[in-house]
């Protein structure tokens, strides 16, 4: 085997066999301890992963269906079905984010556990599984595969929801469950019409339809998108997000807002539009309808909401919008918008998600009426939330402008009273987004110190800066040089975008 398919396989073993280590080492903070190096080793495998002739600081195109570097093994001869791993430009900044968040929350754990559920090894060793789950459908190249991996994530994640999360976390976990079984059946079905067709389960052979007919791609594409637009989550499918950030303790709101739900965009892109060309043409008006009925709902939600968790939660209904009004838009600028939309929205949100939850354990209320005069008491804090705020909200020069603002774009470029409509609404959308956040500062930040925040130490530990630190720097390196994450998806887009009639 080469380097880089060692580096593939350990970057999904490796948290497997960490998360047994875990379970099994005698000692709480030892199996923590050992947990958070296991992360860290995976964060150090997915770095060398990018590949091509251009190597670290390349920015001429990639490869689209053949990836820099894969594994692929006879998995089940019978059903001619492999073990096809690989990694590309549209895949690898998903995969560096994922390992980097759950190296984050691991060692997050070393400093405060959640109460609720059991030790801090278990949710260590849950967390970890969580990433093969993640990493491996950001890696999977074999349709069947994908979906092992894309179900792998269920189980560790309802039971981080239901044992470590708020008071009502067992029903929020339930919820949650059941709107991701309902989605796993749907890419289930559509999976099995795929392979069925097409006779084979290559991801590969598959980008560009494969010869499928049109009304196989129709069909395809409509269970597709479906079953990844509860994970996204488009509305109206997004209801059980909310109760699960709100109820989720704050490393399982990291890896929900920062990963997750990145699974379902990007298999958005990768399987829908990928395997189903013809029928993400036909659909691509409703889908860019219903992206932006989630970016004005989840805008104007946010404008009533008075619970600081929740309010960050809906406010990733109105982010995801964009990235799939940017998908809908099935132009290079579009995809290359949900690209990076989908990277700033995992540094900004977690990074948010975390803020969050450091207030409500100081504080021990997330109500915003309960929560007003943060800066002075808590000026760092105050002011690491007011960052977060303004970079989520789109401010130039940080992650959070490019994706939204080149939705928009890609919007007025596809052209059409329809598409210069959800432009306009879409832009519309970010002006909410700039009056909650806001509205959420002068709340939280300003005004007479509160009860609640009048006694809070101004300092923050160690711990929490060296996990919040990282998202910082990415959040002002993505904002000033895009080209971080576009330069290595330029290739694959337009690849992509070649085999879309």
Same mark, same amino acid.
């Given at each position: 085997?080469?380097?880089?398919?060692?580096?593939?396989?350990?970057?999904?073993?490796?948290?497997?066999?960490?998360?047994?280590?875990?379970?099994?080492?005698?000692?709480?903070?030892?199996?923590?301890?050992?947990?958070?190096?296991?992360?860290?080793?995976?964060?150090?495998?997915?770095?060398?992963?990018?590949?091509?002739?251009?190597?670290?600081?390349?920015?001429?195109?990639?490869?689209?269906?053949?990836?820099?570097?894969?594994?692929?093994?006879?998995?089940?001869?019978?059903?001619?079905?492999?073990?096809?791993?690989?990694? %590309?430009?549209?895949?690898?900044? $998903?995969?560096?984010?994922?390992?980097?968040?759950? $190296?984050?929350?691991?060692?997050?754990?070393?400093?405060?556990?959640?109460?609720?559920?059991?030790?801090?090894?278990?949710?260590?060793?849950?967390?970890?599984?969580?990433?093969?789950?993640?990493?491996?459908?950001?890696?999977?190249?074999?349709?069947?595969?994908?979906?092992?991996?894309?179900?792998?994530? $269920?189980?560790?994640?309802?039971?981080?929801?239901?044992?470590?999360?708020?008071?009502?976390?067992?029903?929020?976990?339930?919820?949650?469950?059941?709107?991701?079984?309902?989605?796993?059946?749907?890419?289930?079905?559509?999976?099995?019409?795929?392979?069925?067709?097409?006779?084979?389960?290559?991801?590969?052979?598959?980008?560009?339809?494969?010869?499928?007919?049109?009304?196989?791609?129709?069909?395809?594409?409509?269970?597709?998108?479906?079953?990844?637009?509860?994970?996204?989550?488009?509305?109206?499918?997004?209801?059980?997000?909310?109760?699960?950030?709100?109820?989720?303790?704050?490393?399982?709101?990291?890896?929900?807002?920062?990963?997750?739900?990145?699974?379902?965009?990007?298999?958005?892109?990768?399987?829908?539009?990928?395997?189903?060309?013809?029928?993400?043409?036909?659909?691509?008006?409703?889908?860019?309808?219903?992206?932006?009925?989630?970016?004005?709902?989840?805008?104007?939600?946010?404008?009533?909401?008075? %619970?600081?968790?929740?309010?960050?939660?809906?406010?990733?209904?109105?982010?995801?919008?964009?990235?799939?009004?940017?998908?809908?838009?099935?132009?290079?600028?579009?995809?290359?918008?949900?690209?990076?939309?989908?990277?700033?929205?995992?540094?900004?949100?977690?990074?948010?998600?975390?803020?969050?939850?450091?207030?409500?354990?100081?504080?021990?209320?997330?109500?915003?009426?309960?929560?007003?005069?943060?800066?002075?008491?808590?000026?760092?804090?105050?002011?690491?939330?007011?960052?977060?705020?303004?970079?989520?909200?789109?401010?130039?020069?940080?992650?959070?402008?490019?994706?939204?603002?080149?939705?928009?774009?890609?919007?007025?470029?596809?052209?059409?009273?329809?598409?210069?409509?959800?432009?306009?609404?879409?832009?519309?959308?970010?002006?909410?987004?700039?009056?909650?956040?806001?509205?959420?500062?002068?709340?939280?930040?300003?005004?007479?110190?509160?009860?609640?925040?009048?006694?809070?130490?101004?300092?923050?530990?160690?711990?929490?800066?060296?996990?919040?630190?990282?998202?910082?720097?990415?959040?002002?390196?993505?904002?000033?040089?895009?080209?971080?994450?576009?330069?290595?998806?330029?290739?694959?887009?337009?690849?992509?975008?070649?085999?879309?009639?």
């Amino acid at each position: 085997m080469t380097f880089g398919q060692v580096l593939l396989v350990a970057v999904v073993a490796v948290p497997a066999l960490g998360a047994l280590a875990t379970a099994v080492v005698p000692g709480d903070r030892a199996g923590r301890v050992v947990g958070t190096v296991a992360a860290a080793l995976t964060l150090l495998a997915t770095l060398p992963l990018v590949g091509g002739d251009h190597g670290w600081f390349g920015y001429g195109p990639r490869p689209a269906v053949q990836p820099w570097h894969q594994v692929d093994l006879p998995w089940v001869p019978g059903l001619d079905l492999r073990f096809h791993l690989g990694v %590309d430009g549209i895949s690898w900044p $998903l995969v560096v984010l994922t390992a980097l968040l759950t $190296l984050l929350c691991c060692a997050y754990t070393l400093w405060r556990v959640p109460t609720g559920g059991g030790s801090g090894r278990a949710l260590v060793a849950l967390l970890l599984v969580v990433e093969v789950g993640i990493l491996g459908t950001f890696l999977a190249l074999d349709l069947v595969l994908f979906f092992l991996f894309f179900e792998v994530v $269920l189980l560790p994640m309802y039971a981080v929801i239901a044992g470590w999360g708020g008071a009502d976390r067992r029903r929020a976990a339930r919820k949650f469950a059941l709107y991701t079984l309902f989605g796993s059946v749907l890419l289930l079905v559509g999976v099995y019409v795929v392979v069925a067709a097409a006779g084979t389960a290559d991801l590969v052979a598959l980008t560009g339809g494969a010869g499928l007919s049109r009304g196989t791609q129709l069909a395809a594409f409509t269970l597709l998108a479906l079953a990844f637009a509860v994970k996204s989550p488009l509305w109206p499918l997004h209801s059980w997000l909310p109760d699960a950030h709100t109820q989720a303790p704050t490393v399982g709101s990291v890896i929900l807002a920062g990963v997750l739900l990145k699974m379902g965009t990007y298999g958005m892109i990768r399987v829908a539009v990928g395997v189903a060309p013809e029928g993400a043409r036909w659909a691509a008006p409703v889908l860019g309808v219903l992206a932006v009925a989630a970016i004005l709902i989840g805008g104007l939600v946010c404008l009533a909401q008075d %619970d600081l968790k929740r309010l960050i939660a809906y406010s990733s209904v109105g982010h995801m919008g964009f990235v799939l009004l940017g998908i809908a838009t099935l132009t290079a600028t579009g995809l290359q918008a949900a690209l990076i939309g989908n990277i700033a929205h995992g540094v900004i949100t977690a990074l948010l998600f975390f803020l969050a939850g450091a207030v409500k354990d100081r504080a021990h209320t997330g109500s915003l009426a309960d929560l007003s005069g943060l800066r002075e008491t808590a000026p760092r804090l105050a002011g690491l939330l007011g960052f977060a705020a303004v970079a989520s909200l789109g401010l130039p020069g940080l992650a959070g402008f490019w994706g939204e603002a080149f939705a928009v774009v890609a919007a007025v470029r596809r052209g059409g009273p329809l598409w210069l409509t959800l432009a306009v609404l879409a832009a519309l959308g970010g002006a909410l987004t700039a009056a909650y956040f806001l509205r959420l500062l002068r709340r939280v930040s300003h005004g007479r110190p509160s009860p609640a925040v009048a006694g809070l130490a101004p300092g923050l530990a160690g711990a929490e800066l060296t996990a919040w630190a990282p998202l910082v720097l990415l959040a002002l390196a993505v904002g000033l040089a895009p080209a971080l994450v576009l330069s290595y998806a330029s290739g694959p887009v337009e690849a992509l975008l070649g085999v879309v009639p």
